[in-house]
């Protein structure tokens, strides 16, 4: 039973950073995936960044390449999300969700992570 905890969350200004954290509550044997995904109020789900356990190969969505960085420290069990150049319509609740066995990341498909962690909140101003 892997329970994911996302913190990191907040309210910015427009062209600022945040870095958010995914700690998973037990370690994961397997080859895994981990995934961030956001939902804006009133629109889908929608995949931001994956990486595999191993940090082999990395994905991103077009709308934060070169502006989010997703990375990933196995003994402390945590993904991180660093969110440089934060716009409006990067608000929305951030998820971390944990795929396995995966090899590849995959952020068009958040149907095939097993497991997904409560959001964090990310609100960013003009």
């Known amino acids: 039973q892997v329970k994911l905890v996302e913190s990191g969350g907040g309210s910015v200004q427009a062209g600022t950073s945040l870095r958010l954290s995914c700690k998973a509550t037990?370690?994961?044997?397997?080859?895994?995936?981990v995934g961030w995904f956001r939902q804006a109020a009133g629109k889908e789900r929608e995949g931001v960044a994956a990486i595999t356990s191993g940090a082999e190969a990395t994905a991103y969505a077009d709308s934060v390449k070169g502006r989010f960085t997703i990375f990933l420290d196995n003994a402390r069990a945590t993904v991180y999300l660093e969110m440089n150049n934060l716009n409006p319509e990067d608000t929305a609740m951030y998820y971390c969700?944990?795929?396995?066995?995966?090899?590849?990341?995959?952020?068009?498909?958040?149907?095939?992570?097993?497991?997904w962690g409560q959001g964090t909140q990310v609100t960013v101003s003009s």
């Open positions: 037990a370690a994961i044997a397997n080859r895994y995936c």
């Open positions: 969700a944990i795929d396995f066995p995966c090899w590849v990341p995959d952020v068009g498909r958040p149907g095939v992570y097993k497991h």
